[in-house]
T-cell receptor, first 110, second 114 residues
Framework: DAKTTQPPSMDCAEGRAANLPCNHS???????VYWYRQIHSQGPQYIIH???NNETNEMASLIITEDRKSSTLILPHATLRDTAVYYC???????????FGTGTRLTIIP | GAVVSQHPSRVICKSGTSVKIECRSL??????MFWYRQFPKQSLMLMAT?????????EQGVEKDKFLINHASLTLSTLTVTSAHPEDSSFYIC??????????FGEGSRLTVL
């Protein structure tokens, strides 16, 4: 499993785009980048995953650098309900034994 | 998305008693489920992999005789904390695997041992 590094905390103003970085310089060619988030006292929620190409869904966009050593999760219009801990995980596709790091605690400021 | 349900969501028990937590996949069959534990302000720590019809695989340092896991059907895995002590108080979370890229988490169960 690739080791990932994330800033421990970030603030973002409500309505602005929240950009959450993740470094995964040791990720191997067949490992995907997964993003989950955990709102306080709830189970983790899947957000998005990608391999090489940028991905977008109804929740967020995932931008992966060409060398795949880092990525950025973008929440385009952050709301107060996006306040949570966000986890970036490097994992082989089909291997669902996820290893969670410490994540980034994102606080949306009114 | 798929739904995974845990029960109970909160439980308080006396030291020395056993507590059972259920994890159900409500709309799909899951041959593999995972159990995590989370202490306050810490990340999720994988405890064990639960496989339907076979013994669970425990992570290093997790006592298999204390945390009994049973995956008797394709939609239900149970975690029993035996002879619970205050240090077992934690947030227990399960996840169910539906297929590649499809892992769904339960809402979590908060255990408090007095």
């Amino acid at each position: 499993d690739a080791k990932t590094t994330q800033p421990p905390s970030m603030d973002c103003a409500e309505g602005r785009a929240a950009n959450l970085p993740c470094n995964h310089s040791t990720i191997s060619g067949n490992e995907y980048v997964y993003w989950y988030r955990q709102i306080h006292s709830q189970g983790p929620q899947y957000i998005i995953h990608g391999l090489k190409n940028n991905e977008t869904n109804e929740m967020a966009s995932l931008i992966i650098t060409e060398d795949r050593k880092s990525s950025t999760l973008i929440l385009p219009h952050a709301t107060l309900r996006d306040t949570a801990v966000y986890y970036c995980i490097g994992q082989g596709f089909g291997n669902e034994k996820l290893t969670f790091g410490t994540g980034t605690r994102l606080t949306i400021i009114p | 998305g798929a739904v995974v349900s845990q029960h109970p969501s909160r439980v308080i028990c006396k030291s020395g008693t056993s507590v059972k937590i259920e994890c159900r996949s409500l709309d799909f069959q899951a041959t593999t489920m995972f159990w995590y534990r989370q202490f306050p302000k810490q990340s999720l720590m994988l405890m064990a992999t639960s496989n339907e019809g076979s013994k669970a695989t425990y992570e290093q340092g997790v006592e298999k005789d204390k945390f009994l896991i049973n995956h008797a059907s394709l939609t239900l895995s149970t975690l029993t904390v035996t002879s619970a002590h205050p240090e077992d108080s934690s947030f227990y979370i399960c996840s169910a695997y539906r297929g590649p890229g499809e892992l769904f988490f339960g809402e979590g169960s908060r255990l408090t041992v007095l």
